[in-house]
């Protein structure tokens, strides 16, 4: 479930939007002092955070400040003033948008909906965008299909390379020969078990410091193979 905190200092406001964000699914916490708020807005985990400018303790905009030196979820602020808002924007304090109030209840949910779906598409295209596994010096570049042990290249075959990624991208679980073969050689293909015995003879060759005590592909005797992390 989406977390959501919000700042805001007037009770009934408050309490308006939070009923409002829970009938549509969320979990919603509120907090009414804004130096409370600035806390836990940094020490917990929420997926946006909703602002009021004019709060005890500290305002609205060192607040936004805070968030965003560490933060980059979603953060709309709200104010009593349209003056302030035109204010705020003229700041780029970073926030992703603002409300004057009064504004309905719906018009909030349709806005936290916006940029929960906004920052889950970036932050989906990034991992793909960034399609590389670090593992303790190990270093597997999917899109470019390059390995690195300490910034060295090693050298890996496609099979080899398939089922390392496989399993790094599947790590402490166990998978029998019979899976990985199935997993990266097609249904096609002639061969047996033997031949994954074979590649991961090799890719610990090239990743492992020792061999008889391998740190990322493990086997597990009479089941199969687990890549550690
Ligand atoms: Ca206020």
Redesign the pocket.
């Known amino acids: 479930m989406k977390r959501i905190l919000i700042v805001?200092?007037?009770v009934a406001i408050a309490e308006l939007e939070k009923d409002y964000l829970e009938l549509s699914g969320f979990e919603v916490e509120v907090e009414t002092d804004g130096a409370a708020g600035a806390r836990r807005a940094l020490e917990e985990e929420y997926n946006l955070v909703i602002l009021?400018?004019?709060?005890p303790g500290m305002d609205g905009f060192e607040i936004c400040k805070m968030v965003r030196e560490q933060k980059n979820i979603p953060v709309i602020m709200v104010s009593?003033k349209r003056d302030d808002i035109d204010k705020i924007r003229g700041l780029g304090l970073g926030a992703d948008d603002y409300l004057t109030k009064p504004f309905s209840p719906s018009e909030l949910v349709a806005r936290v909906k916006a940029h929960l779906a906004r920052y889950e598409r970036l932050i989906g295209s990034g991992v793909k965008e960034n399609e590389v596994i670090e593992i303790r010096g190990l270093k597997i570049d999917k899109t470019a299909r390059r390995v690195f042990l300490n910034g060295e290249e090693k050298i890996f075959t496609t099979k080899e390379f398939d089922l390392l990624t496989f399993l790094a991208q599947n790590p402490n679980r166990v998978y029998t020969k019979e899976e990985l073969f199935r997993e990266i050689w097609d249904m096609e293909s002639v061969g047996d078990i033997a031949t994954v015995t074979v590649h991961i003879k090799k890719i610990r060759e090239k990743i492992e410091y020792n061999t008889s005590k391998p740190q990322y592909i493990e086997t597990i005797w009479g089941v199969g193979y687990r890549f550690k992390v």
């Open positions: 805001e200092d007037e009021d400018l004019m709060l009593a």
